[in-house]
């Protein structure tokens, strides 16, 4: 009796183990794809559900603020790890008059993001940010 015990003991261990494992291998996974499309430029949820863009990110120093624009001209710093995720754009639907013909969808403007992400390592957006703000 006290060997089948053990036994299911073990086996539990090993279960726990192994699962543990996989969480963190998943976590880290996670983690280093949200490093990955953080850039400047890229729409995010934060922590106390604040949503803003992206101004500077520096993926290999987590220390350092993210700079974040949550509002045009109303920049913010945050610790790298209070922000959330990365929002996706969601697809536009487009809708029409209710005696429009199925046809009328291939006449419908295209819309069209041409917002590009910015380049700029987090000193050089700090640098022209305390400009801007030393010539106000």
């Known amino acids: 009796m006290e060997i089948v015990l053990f036994g299911l003991l073990a086996v539990l ?11 963190q291998k998943q976590l880290k996974a996670d983690q280093e794809e949200k490093a990955t499309k953080t850039v400047p430029g890229v729409k995010v949820l934060m922590q106390g559900g604040i949503y803003g863009t992206i101004v ?11 700079l974040v ?7 913010i710093e945050v ?20 005696d ?5 969808v291939d006449d419908a403007p295209v819309i069209v993001d041409e917002s590009q ?4 390592t987090p000193e050089e ?9 030393d010539g106000k």
């Open 56 to 66: 500077a990110y520096d993926a290999e120093d987590l220390d350092s603020p993210a």
């Open 125 to 133: 957006t700090r640098a022209r940010l305390d400009r801007d703000s």
């Open 69 to 75: 624009e949550i509002a045009p001209g109303t920049i």
């Open 100 to 104: 429009a013909e199925s046809d009328a």
């Open 117 to 120: 992400p910015s380049l700029e």
């Open 79 to 98: 610790h790298s790890q209070a922000i959330l995720r990365i929002v996706e754009p969601k697809d536009v639907v487009i809708e029409t008059d209710d």
């Open 13 to 23: 261990l090993v279960f726990m183990f192994l699962n543990t494992r996989k969480r």
